[in-house]
């Protein structure tokens, strides 16, 4: 549907689609019709098996993106140990970093600021690990440049906003 809305005009060609994990779709090809209707990035279910991704892989051409550490409300799993064989089976892949024992936090507002500074802090920090191993286990993974083409990065009034 997007793929063609993109073909006709409607939406610009550049207008990145990135479907949420909360899809569920699980399954090659639920994924690729996914993809064949116009996603740009899928964000795979967070507990599939290296099996199951790879078999998802070898069915659909775009990025995939994979939380290696979720809420609780998500599974609450920590993966960061799979980081370098999910990179070499599921490449082109974003390496997405959550927070498990995540509290609530939405809808967000000026009363819970200082909480959400807190855990984009801690995001950071879990993103600095997770590419520490990245660079101690696999140094041959090429990381995606600044602005990278699925990232779905939009400029508004100046501000880079992700």
């Given amino acids: 549907?997007?793929?063609?809305m993109k073909e006709d005009g409607l939406l610009p060609q550049d207008f990145v689609i990135?479907?949420?994990?909360?899809?569920?779709?699980?399954?090659?090809?639920?994924?690729?019709?996914?993809?064949?209707?116009?996603?740009d990035t899928y964000n795979v279910p967070t507990a599939l098996t290296l099996p199951k991704l790879a078999a998802i892989r070898a069915a659909i051409?775009?990025?995939?993106?994979?939380?290696?550490?979720?809420?609780?409300?998500?599974?609450g799993f920590l993966r960061y140990y799979e980081i370098p064989e999910r990179i070499r089976i599921l490449a082109p892949v974003y390496i997405k970093f959550g927070l498990r024992n995540h509290p609530d936090v939405y809808?967000?507002?000026k009363h819970l600021e200082a909480q959400n500074l807190a855990l984009a802090k801690e995001r950071v920090h879990l993103a600095k690990i997770g590419a520490e191993m990245i660079k101690r286990y696999t140094p041959n993974a090429i990381t995606s440049k600044k602005g990278a083409e699925h990232l779905g990065i939009m400029k508004f009034f100046?501000?880079?906003v992700t």
Avoid at 18 to 39: F, T, Y
Avoid at 63 to 72: A, G, H, K, Q
Wanted: glycine share 6%; charged share 20%.
């Fill in 18 to 39: 990135k479907v949420s994990v909360q899809m569920m779709a699980a399954n090659p090809v639920s994924i690729r019709l996914i993809q064949d209707i116009g996603a």
């Fill in 158 to 160: 100046n501000q880079t």
């Fill in 61 to 75: 051409d775009i990025p995939i993106d994979l939380y290696v550490e979720v809420s609780d409300n998500f599974g």
């Fill in 1 to 4: 549907m997007t793929k063609k």
């Fill in 107 to 109: 809808p967000s507002g």
